[in-house]
Antibody, heavy 119, light 109 residues
Framework: EVQLVESGGGLVQPGGSLRLSCTAS????????MHWVRQVPGKGLMWVSH????????VYADSVKGRFTISRDNAKSTLYLQMNSLRTEDTAVYYC????????????WGQGTMVTVSS | DIVLTQSPGTLSLSPGERATLSCRAS???????LAWYQQKPGQAPRLLIY???SRATGIPDRFSGSGSGTDFTLTISRLEPEDFAVYYC??????????FGQGTKVEIK
């Protein structure tokens, strides 16, 4: 079964850091572009960041640029999101998602991990 | 940046009825890069439609997508109880960036 499992969410104070992980199984991780998408509870979806298969092409949404770092370890089939200088407005469920491959859409999603930024 | 505006915000319908959801782009977009998702409470989104009109794997044929340019539509021909959910459209452009609409909730009337 193709699956993505996120971990690493939790409660952190403003200005703090957190690293999210997303472990893939059931398919060959390396070739696929990957993404992080977040959702404030009760609100809509917002794309956060993208990384291509070999990790050389990386893109961020303006709201997280300079604070978040996406990376991947293809040997471990794992995607990461290092989040620094966290703000209360970063509070959300964070999903990792696999790009369908063309690229255009997200065909596999993890279950999400909640990040709460609060003092 | 392209903005996707979905309407209506909420659609109140009964099982068996037809649902028509709209997604309007702020400028003309490539149909190949327009997708639709379904999200149920407490769950991750699920890809329904890609390329504006192609159903993703395992998606029932009561779901269909259409449109071009700035206007796109997701149609559910006959609503099943499990179809009551929130639906999002999404677009990719080769900046690259990925944008979602704000969502349409389909609720039981």
């Amino acid at each position: 079964e193709v699956q993505l499992v996120e971990s690493g969410g939790g409660l952190v104070q403003p200005g703090g850091s957190l690293r999210l992980s997303c472990t893939a199984s059931g398919y060959t991780f390396g070739p696929y572009w990957m993404h992080w998408v977040r959702q404030v509870p009760g609100k809509g979806l917002m794309w956060v960041s993208h990384i291509n298969g070999d990790g050389r092409t990386i893109v961020y949404a303006d709201s997280v640029k300079g604070r978040f770092t996406i990376s991947r370890d293809n040997a471990k089939s794992t995607l990461y999101l290092q989040m620094n200088s966290l703000r209360t407005e970063d509070t959300a469920v964070y999903y990792c998602a696999r790009d369908r491959g063309y690229p255009d859409s997200f065909d596999i999603w993890g279950q999400g991990t909640m990040v709460t930024v609060s003092s | 940046d392209i903005v996707l505006t979905q309407s209506p915000g909420t659609l109140s319908l009964s099982p068996g009825e037809r649902a028509t959801l709209s997604c309007r782009a702020s400028q003309s977009v490539t149909s190949a890069y327009l997708a639709w998702y379904q999200q149920k409470p407490g769950q991750a989104p699920r890809l329904l439609i890609y390329g504006a009109s192609s159903r993703a794997t395992g998606i029932p044929d009561r779901f269909s997508g259409s449109g071009s340019g700035t206007d796109f539509t997701l149609t559910i021909s006959r609503l099943e109880p499990e179809d009551f959910a929130v639906y999002y459209c999404q677009h990719y452009d080769n900046s690259p960036s990925w944008t979602f609409g704000q969502g349409t909730k389909v609720e039981i009337k």
